[in-house]
């Protein structure tokens, strides 16, 4: 334990030296923006509850440094830093005249982005499952999805990680019906005190069905059906029946 | 003076007729004939010479505008203390990465090492060994949501305030422990204070709950753990 933590504080040491951002020292050029609303608000920290401690006036020009969420950190011509909302960013513009555009996420982004992530919950085959999927947007009806999953049930347990296609019929709705259908790698590890000694590794394939909803900014719920047939070396095939609800969000 | 005469009365009529000539009503006002479709506007261009176009000379330039970096994502090490229920309280040393999708949300996942102590029953009962040594390792991971609902500063002295929140978090994961793999629920609450914009300090206490039935009945055990920890913003 202590070998392992030592070499643990000595990695993470390593690491925040090498990897951590230096902000002082790297001479960046940032995007110089100019406000059009009479003012800008600048508050201490990247949320709507901390204080106004700046104010930029029309037509001042100030420097982003960072975003963080939907919050950008600026910094005025008099060296004053503060945190803008992205809502408020809105109201600036570029040195050639064109408006900023702060992807802030709302109802379009969710009918049309180019990667979302999520985290589900649910059963398969009787087990707790959780799993991990991600998905990119070929077009805004059809994603390729990667899923990552492990179960755990009273028998055995396993994982499962599954590569597949979802069409999402109308995606401009808010709550959006999707079909999809993949194959996969499932992976078993029966308990100590059943028969089956060794772990197994079977192909499966897929079709499920699901309900996308948006909630609110980045965020959306989603449920899901499939139905899993695993390809087992016997003479029968398994079908194992899967749903999951979570929450996800797009980017 | 008959002369005269005429000439004053010519002199009359002349200037009265010019007048008349020059006055206009405005009902005598009328557009000025349009001229023929292709044929006058045919020949004034005919006769008219080309205008000159002006062709700019400089390139536009493009103006590459700088990205603006995201710092959504951070990644630390926590170390503390967990209470395995059964198996005494051991030290915990554990992974996080934490994603912040807005300011009030963010999704976490850990994973954390530990090893389980003796029982009640070993330590009374001298030799005898519940476990091995391989079943008393202790690890689970968690994938969390957390929400940050009491946002506020840290102060320290007069020129030193540091961004803080208290924030709530609840997950599922799983938990490796005595032979077995159990499905958890974990949930806690935590408070980062950010000494930059970069470094965040953690302090967090959960509760991991699983089922198990390591002593042959189904129970459920609650393993409460507090843990101290740095994460950086990338």
């Known amino acids: 334990m202590r070998r392992s933590l030592t070499s643990a504080v000595l990695a993470f040491a390593i690491w925040l030296a090498w990897f951590a951002p230096t902000p002082g020292l790297a001479a960046a050029e940032h995007l110089q923006l100019f406000v059009t609303a009479p003012y800008l608000e600048l508050h201490t920290g990247p949320g709507r509850g901390y204080p106004v401690r700046w104010v930029v006036g029309r037509g001042e020009a100030f420097d982003v440094l960072m975003r963080r969420t939907d919050w950008y950190k600026v910094r005025t011509e008099r060296g004053e830093e503060g945190w803008a909302a992205g809502r408020d960013m809105a109201l600036t513009r570029l040195a050639d005249g064109s408006p900023f555009i702060a992807n802030m996420g709302n109802r379009a982004g969710f009918t049309s982005h180019n990667w979302e992530a999520g985290v589900l919950a649910g059963s398969f085959g009787g087990a707790s499952l959780i799993t991990l999927n991600g998905a990119g947007s070929l077009t805004d009806n059809l994603k390729v999805e990667l899923t990552l999953g492990q179960y755990l049930g009273n028998v055995s347990n396993g994982y499962i990680a599954t590569l597949g296609l979802s069409h999402i019929i109308w995606p401009g709705w808010r709550l959006s019906p999707f079909l999809s259908m993949g194959t996969g790698i499932n992976v078993i590890e029966p308990k100590v005190s059943l028969v089956q000694p060794v772990n197994r590794r079977d192909q499966l394939g897929y079709v499920g069905a699901g309900l996308r909803f948006y909630l609110t900014r980045r965020f959306f719920l989603r449920a899901e059906y499939r139905d899993n047939v695993v390809f087992t070396k016997s003479d029968f095939n398994e079908v194992d029946q899967e749903w999951k609800l979570g929450c996800a969000f797009f980017f | ?234």
Request: aromatic content about 12%; proline content about 4%.
């Open chain 2, 1 to 234: 003076m008959e002369t005269r005469l005429r000439l004053l009365f010519l002199a009359c009529a002349s200037v009265a007729l010019g007048g008349c000539a020059s006055l206009h009503w405005p009902w005598h006002h009328k557009a000025p004939p349009q001229p023929a479709a292709g044929t006058s506007t045919t020949e004034q261009t005919a006769d008219a010479t080309p205008p000159t176009v002006i062709e700019p000379e400089v390139e536009r330039r493009q103006v590459k505008v700088p990205a603006i970096k995201a710092h959504n994502l951070e990644l630390g090490a926590y170390y503390g203390e967990i209470s395995i229920e059964d198996f005494g309280t051991s030290r915990l040393l554990g992974y996080r990465a934490d994603y912040h999708v807005t300011e009030d949300i963010f999704f976490e996942g850990t994973y954390g090492q530990a090893k389980g102590g003796e029982t009640s029953y070993e330590l009374l009962n001298g030799n005898v060994q519940l476990l091995t040594e391989a079943e008393r390792r202790f690890t689970y991971y968690d994938l969390s949501l957390g929400y940050n609902f009491l946002p506020g500063e840290v102060f320290i002295g007069k020129n030193l305030a540091m961004t803080s929140a208290l924030y709530m978090i609840g997950g599922i994961g799983a938990v490796k422990f005595a032979g077995d793999q159990d499905f958890s629920v974990d949930f806690g609450a935590g408070y980062r204070v950010l000494p930059t914009d970069w470094l965040a300090i953690h302090l967090d206490m959960k509760d991991l709950v699983f089922r198990t039935n390591i002593f042959g009945v189904n129970q459920l055990k609650n393993n409460l753990q507090g843990f101290i920890g740095a994460t950086v913003f990338f």
